[in-house]
Antibody, heavy 121, light 105 residues
Framework: QVQLVESGGGVVQPGRSLRLSCVAS????????MHWVRQTPGKGLEWVAV????????YYADSVKGRFTISRDNSENTLYLQMNSLRAEDTAVYYC??????????????WGQGTMVTVSS | DIQMTQSPSTLSASVGDRVTITCRAS??????LAWYQQKPGKAPKLLIY???SLESGVPSRFSGSGSGTEFTLTISSLQPDDFATYYC???????FGQGTKVEIK
């Protein structure tokens, strides 16, 4: 069935780096835009980044621009989020939702279970 | 930047009630609006897209309406499984509202 599985979260010190992964299955990964969305514990949802189906277009939230990099490997059905210069305010559950259609201006139809990132000394 | 504002922040209701949640955009967003349901410890689930289109598999008691700057999500008869937090999203800017928690009265 259609599935997204995030991994790579953990506890990291401020200023350090972490790379999240999202493995897709059950659909043709290379035809869909993919996003990263985060949710601070007990708070709302914040969009983080998007990448087009072929990886040529990427957009970021202002809060992570210059620190985070979204990428994908369509041969491995995997989405990545490289997070550098981490801050305490980056602490959140990170999700990798798939767009409803192929376009990145679309609702988020499929979500993984999320992976928790804690930035703390 | 477009801001999405939901009201109320919390709503107390009983099983069988008709429930309406409002989402307002700071400028016109046509019909590029989605609604999601999220339960504690779970990922959000898409309910409605393009303001009023019901996602496959979502019960028909959920409906969405509106265009421009004002949108509503209606649950025609609240069921025990519907107690959750609901978010609107303008998906052309990927901006979410702050959420509305529907709790048991």
């Amino acid at each position: 069935q259609v599935q997204l599985v995030e991994s790579g979260g953990g506890v990291v010190q401020p200023g350090r780096s972490l790379r999240l992964s999202c493995v897709a299955s059950g659909f043709i990964f290379s035809t869909y835009a993919m996003h990263w969305v985060r949710q601070t514990p007990g708070k709302g949802l914040e969009w983080v980044a998007v990448i087009s189906y072929d990886g040529t277009n990427k957009y970021y939230a202002d809060s992570v621009k210059g620190r985070f990099t979204i990428s994908r490997d369509n041969s491995e059905n995997t989405l990545y989020l490289q997070m550098n210069s981490l801050r305490a305010e980056d602490t959140a559950v990170y999700y990798c939702p798939r767009s409803l259609g192929g376009n990145y201006f679309d609702a988020f139809a499929i979500w993984g279970q999320g992976t928790m990132v804690t930035v703390s000394s | 930047d477009i801001q999405m504002t939901q009201s109320p922040s919390t709503l107390s209701a009983s099983v069988g009630d008709r429930v309406t949640i409002t989402c307002r955009a700071s400028q016109s967003i046509s019909s590029w609006l989605a609604w999601y349901q999220q339960k504690p410890g779970k990922a959000p689930k898409l309910l409605i897209y393009k303001a009023s289109s019901l996602e496959s598999g979502v019960p028909s008691r959920f409906s969405g309406s509106g265009s421009g700057t004002e949108f509503t999500l209606t649950i025609s008869s609240l069921q025990p499984d519907d107690f959750a937090t609901y978010y609107c999203q303008h998906y052309n800017s990927w901006t979410f509202g702050q959420g509305t928690k529907v709790e048991i009265k």
